[in-house]
């Protein structure tokens, strides 16, 4: 991830109100729009990392990282090249995605998650 914050023991932060630090979605993982994402690391929890993850409305595809996270705002559409059942996305959603999982996101309004992978 590209900021670390220190979340420190018996502390807590408001994830909706982070600043991230973003940049452009590499090319080769573009289908269409204009794809920013921001991250911010928050800390660790043993071998994990935690952080605050966000993609704007775009249509992009990845290989994932195993990871467990938390849908705190906007929507989207996780497919998966495997024929996996798709993650509706949406406020309140919890989820895992497996490391090489291959997926395609559909983010119809920017997309913001807790992380820990």
């Given at each position: 991830?590209?900021h670390a914050l220190?979340?420190?023991?018996?502390?807590?932060?408001?994830?909706?109100?982070?600043?991230?630090?973003?940049?452009?979605?590499?090319?080769?993982?573009?289908?269409?729009?204009?794809?920013?994402?921001?991250?911010?690391?928050?800390?660790?929890?043993?071998?994990?990392?935690?952080?605050?993850?966000?993609?704007?409305?775009?249509?992009?595809?990845?290989?994932?990282?195993?990871?467990?996270?938390?849908?705190?705002?906007?929507?989207a559409t996780v497919?998966?090249?495997?024929?996996?059942?798709?993650?509706?996305?949406?406020?309140?959603?919890?989820?895992?995605?497996?490391?090489?999982?291959?997926?395609?996101?559909?983010?119809?309004?920017?997309?913001?998650?807790?992380?820990?992978?």
């Amino acid at each position: 991830m590209t900021h670390a914050l220190a979340l420190l023991a018996n502390h807590c932060i408001d994830a909706a109100a982070v600043v991230l630090a973003y940049r452009d979605l590499p090319a080769e993982q573009t289908i269409a729009g204009e794809p920013r994402v921001g991250s911010a690391e928050l800390g660790r929890l043993g071998d994990r990392t935690v952080g605050v993850w966000e993609l704007s409305p775009s249509i992009s595809s990845d290989v994932e990282a195993d990871e467990f996270f938390i849908v705190l705002s906007g929507a989207a559409t996780v497919n998966f090249e495997d024929g996996s059942p798709r993650l509706q996305l949406r406020a309140g959603s919890v989820g895992r995605l497996v490391a090489g999982s291959a997926t395609r996101w559909t983010v119809t309004a920017t997309l913001r998650k807790i992380y820990f992978a």
